[in-house]
């Protein structure tokens, strides 16, 4: 893989609770976005960022919220999460070219 | 907004045939398709890159084409085998923004031994 690291691989959360997931990249590259996928939906962009501090929302925002203090890494936190935040979250990198994702984090929220 | 189309969503074929798999978008400014393969419970693998400026990609038993003037481009699997079995996701890069990678739904193929 193309040194995309994601954090927790899996987590169980329990409703109202916050919860961070971390993307973490040795690459360099400018863009990161983070996705859910969902059975029926496909990929759907929930915040992308294009450099440090630099972030922006997605197609399903709500309910989220993102950092990226460092090149290497972007945040991805629930703030009080939902059942229907139960999901599998992709992050990918990008220079503008090819995208390459991390392995996914299985969410459940219970 | 960028939409993308994949036809068929599944797909179940004997071993050894030839097959395509299609990808439409609405909004032909583009800077590239890109093509994954998806196994079940794993990430996305890039399989071809094709630049809005070239007509098509090669790699191996795969062959992505790219048409921008009427918004489509194919993965031709060549000779296919039990462990082409995968979910095959193309995306269109539009830039830098929220449109900036939008993903089909994807197509789950099955190649029966």
């Known amino acids: 893989d193309a040194g995309i690291t994601q954090s927790p691989r899996h987590k169980v959360t329990e409703t109202g609770t916050p919860v961070t997931l971390r993307c973490h990249q040795t690459e360099n590259h400018r863009y990161m976005y983070w996705y859910r996928q969902d059975p029926g939906h496909g990929l759907r962009l929930i915040h992308y960022s294009y450099g440090v501090k630099d972030t922006d929302k997605g197609e399903v925002s709500d309910g989220y919220s993102v950092s990226r203090s460092k090149t290497e890494d972007f945040l991805l936190t629930l703030e009080s999460a939902t059942s229907s935040q139960t999901s599998v979250y992709f992050c990918?990198?990008?220079?503008?070219?090819?995208?390459?994702f991390g392995q996914g984090t299985r969410l459940t929220v219970v | 907004k960028q939409e993308v189309t994949q036809i068929p969503a599944a797909l179940s074929v004997p071993e050894g045939e030839n097959l395509v798999l299609n990808c439409s978008f609405t909004d032909s400014a583009i800077y590239n398709l890109q093509w994954f393969r998806q196994d079940p419970g794993k990430g996305l693998t890039s399989l071809l890159l094709i630049q809005s400026s070239q007509r098509e990609q090669t790699s191996g038993r795969l062959n992505a084409s790219l048409d921008k003037s009427s918004g489509r481009s194919t993965l031709y699997i060549a000779a296919s085998q039990p462990g082409d079995s995968a979910t095959y996701l193309c995306?269109?890069?539009?830039?830098?923004?929220?449109?900036?990678?939008?993903f089909g739904k994807g197509t789950h193929l099955i190649i029966q031994p």
């Open positions: 995306a269109a890069f539009s830039g830098g923004g929220a449109d900036g990678l939008t």
């Open positions: 990918a990198i990008s220079q503008g070219t090819e995208a390459f």
